[in-house]
Nanobody, 128 residues
Framework: QEQLAGSGGGPVRTGGSLRLTCTVPGPTYRTYLAAWFRQTPGKEREGVASIRSDNGETTYADSVKGRFTISLDNPQKTLYLQMNSLKIEDTAMYYC?????????????????????WGQGTQVTVSS
């Protein structure tokens, strides 16, 4: 399983911002879906946001809409997650991931089993 290097996590106060960065391996796919997932101990990994490499179409989990923004610098194969207005419940290990199933949309674009390549994770801890 390939490892995608992720960074940018750390401690932050509620209401603060962080930007996560991940280097996507390439060129594994000509067109792909890149995403951020997060996981807390004892819970299943959940999709946060995804983006299609060719047209920039994005999908967000309801819990982060309006606060998080995913973006992709495709030539540089770099994936970002700008996180604003952070809440305590955003505390988690964040993982970047890539899927060759670029056609997925809606909830399918955040489906855990659709993603084949995973990053090592970066911890985000939000406190009051």
């Amino acid at each position: 399983q390939e490892q995608l290097a992720g960074s940018g996590g750390g401690p932050v106060r509620t209401g603060g911002s962080l930007r996560l960065t991940c280097t996507v391996p390439g060129p594994t796919y000509r067109t792909y879906l890149a995403a951020w997932f997060r996981q807390t101990p004892g819970k299943e990994r959940e999709g946060v946001a995804s983006i299609r490499s060719d047209n920039g179409e994005t999908t967000y989990a309801d819990s982060v809409k309006g606060r998080f923004t995913i973006s992709l610098d495709n030539p540089q194969k770099t994936l970002y997650l700008q996180m604003n207005s952070l809440k305590i419940e955003d505390t988690a290990m964040y993982y970047c991931a890539v899927s060759g199933q670029w056609w997925l949309s809606g909830t399918g674009a955040l489906r855990l089993t659709a993603f084949e390549h995973w990053g090592q994770g970066t911890q985000v801890t939000v406190s009051s």
